[in-house]
């Protein structure tokens, strides 16, 4: 493992193409401090569109796709979020605290983590102002100091891009000298059928100016299962959705308005797990040099507008000095989405950012006012399955939030207040870290055992995945559930960093 480490982190100095490199992540042990290969270094796939049977003989199937939910009545009036029909508006003014995303409201949103020590997956350490380093974060308009897990994600005031005080959704993480990235994804189904469908979003969407591969940066995805972390290639991750699409906003470093400023750096389409288009950010169309870029500041919010159809996307923008001013920074031709309604996520990524130029390694952004327009869909019920909540195995005052598995004994988890109503299907949402052929076993309530057998594409290089995973609804029961989880037999020595997270009941009604 300490060399495949060696390998990603020197594979990182390919200046800014390194964000897209098959790099493989850091050598880790979970409750073994020194056990071990890392399935982040080593063979992990994805779900192919098959399972099989667990213990019990029952298999978990796929997901193949949402079903349409029932229509509403939009939830936002003309106007919101910068849109003449808005179908979703978030303006981040009613803090809802609790649960895994602090203040966002959880039965709206879904949040997921993803970040790892040298020894140990799916763990964050506190974010700290680090007065050697470039670029300090704040937080909540104030320098950043000490932000431990739990506090990271906070509704606070700052400056909106009417130049008005507003309240604005702040998260923020250390890197821990790695990749790294947070993700939130809007419950309510985005649908652009047959239609140049609507998406704004206001971040202040800074990158570090000294970036040749390393920094901070914003990215937005749409999937049409409601997976948790949807991404492309970095260094320990591999979570390419079933089927999605991510446009990359990390900068080329060669804007004419200097290297403060950035622009659409890759857009990714997905199908069936692998990456069916990926278009540099330099062969996209663009009106002219200057048009492609925009300018940034930390703590100053541009705003974009993402306009989406099947077969071609515009991306529009503003320069931080005049947000309510936008301009055409891209256009992404023979897009070719294979899906027209899915999920949007919101992503801020980060990849060691202190190796270039020594910046700091915690980043704060700031976002506001995100929504998109057409069709007013209900909500599918999600119940997360509660993180884990153990001290990080190098005592860096962090905290581990994904569960290792064992073949031997099963980790039994509650999933608290399920509300069944009449519910006609059930998934779970998850990511899993594990080599191509082993089984994640899980089981709703002590009932039938069914495993998820992590499948090759042809590519077995090391990283976490994102799944949705069906489940029986019958094994499913109205209130307190539990779910057990552990590792299908035959564990091995090389198999002890089988670790899943992010994890999610979600129930759709009839």
């Known amino acids: 493992?300490?060399?495949?480490?060696?390998?990603?982190?020197?594979?990182?100095?390919?200046?800014?193409?390194?964000?897209?490199?098959?790099?493989?992540?850091?050598?880790?042990?979970?409750?073994?401090?020194?056990?071990?290969?890392?399935?982040?270094?080593?063979?992990?796939?994805?779900?192919?569109?098959?399972?099989s049977g667990g213990p019990s003989g029952t298999s978990g199937s796929p997901s193949g796709g949402a079903g349409i939910p029932q229509e509403v009545p939009p939830r936002s009036p003309p106007g919101s979020c910068g849109l003449d029909k808005p179908a979703f508006c978030e303006d981040f003014e009613k803090p809802s605290p609790g649960g895994r995303g602090g203040d966002l409201d959880e039965t709206i949103w879904a949040f997921s983590r993803w970040g790892h020590e040298t020894r140990q997956h799916f763990v964050r350490i506190p974010a700290k102002t680090e007065a050697d380093k470039l670029f300090p974060p704040f937080f909540c308009g104030k320098p950043l100091g000490t932000v431990k897990f739990g506090e990271d994600v906070v509704s606070c005031d700052g400056t909106g891009v009417d130049g008005l005080t507003s309240h604005q959704l702040n998260e923020v993480y250390d890197d821990q000298a790695d990749f790294a990235f947070n993700s939130m994804m809007i419950r309510q189904m985005f649908d652009f059928t047959g239609r140049t469908g609507t998406i704004m979003v206001d971040v202040d969407a800074k990158v570090n100016p000294l970036n040749l591969g390393h920094g901070w940066w914003v990215e937005l995805w749409v999937t049409e299962d409601p997976n948790p972390m949807p991404y492309h290639e970095a260094p320990g991750v591999l979570s390419y959705p079933r089927t999605g699409f991510g446009i990359n906003l990390q900068g080329l470093n060669t804007c004419p308005q200097g290297r403060e400023a950035t622009e659409i750096s890759r857009a990714f389409v997905t199908k069936d797990f692998k990456i069916l288009h990926d278009y540099p950010g330099w062969e996209l169309k663009h009106d002219s040099d200057t048009a492609r870029c925009i300018k940034t500041q930390d703590q100053k919010l541009n705003r974009f507008k993402f306009l989406i159809a099947q077969d071609h996307a515009e991306v529009w923008a503003s320069d931080f000095d005049d947000a309510l001013n936008l301009h055409r920074i891209a256009t992404i031709e023979n897009f070719d989405i294979p899906f027209s309604r899915g999920y949007v996520h919101l992503q801020h990524s980060q990849y060691n950012a202190r190796k270039d130029g020594e910046v700091t390694g915690s980043q704060t952004y700031r976002w506001d006012n995100i929504g998109f327009d057409g069709p007013s869909y209900a909500m599918s019920r999600s119940y997360p399955v509660p993180d884990n909540d153990q001290p990080d195995i190098d005592l860096a005052g962090g905290r581990m939030y994904g569960y290792y598995l064992t073949d031997k004994t099963p980790v039994v988890v509650p999933?608290?207040?399920?509300?069944?109503?009449?519910?006609?299907?059930?998934?779970?949402?998850?990511?899993?870290?594990?080599?191509?052929?082993?089984?994640?076993?899980?089981?709703?309530?002590?009932?039938?055992?069914?495993?998820?057998?992590?499948?090759?594409?042809?590519?077995?290089?090391?990283?976490?995945?994102?799944?949705?995973?069906?489940?029986?609804?019958?094994?499913?029961?109205?209130?307190?559930?539990?779910?057990?989880?552990?590792?299908?037999?035959?564990?091995?020595?090389?198999?002890?960093?089988?670790?899943?997270?992010?994890?999610?009941?979600?129930?759709?009604?009839?």
């Open 415 to 510: 999933i608290a207040k399920v509300d069944l109503g009449n519910a006609a299907t059930a998934t779970l949402n998850f990511d899993y870290l594990a080599y191509v052929g082993r089984g994640l076993v899980f089981a709703l309530n002590g009932g039938p055992s069914h495993t998820f057998i992590v499948p090759s594409f042809g590519d077995d290089r090391g990283g976490i995945r994102t799944f949705t995973v069906d489940v029986p609804i019958g094994e499913v029961i109205n209130g307190d559930n539990t779910i057990s989880l552990m590792s299908s037999p035959g564990q091995t020595e090389n198999d002890k960093e089988e670790v899943v997270g992010n994890m999610e009941l979600t129930l759709s009604d009839k």
């Open 1 to 51: 493992m300490r060399k495949i480490l060696s390998y990603s982190r020197a594979a990182s100095t390919l200046a800014a193409s390194c964000f897209a490199l098959a790099c493989a992540g850091g050598n880790g042990s979970g409750a073994q401090a020194n056990g071990g290969n890392s399935a982040a270094g080593g063979a992990t796939g994805a779900m192919g569109g098959a399972t």
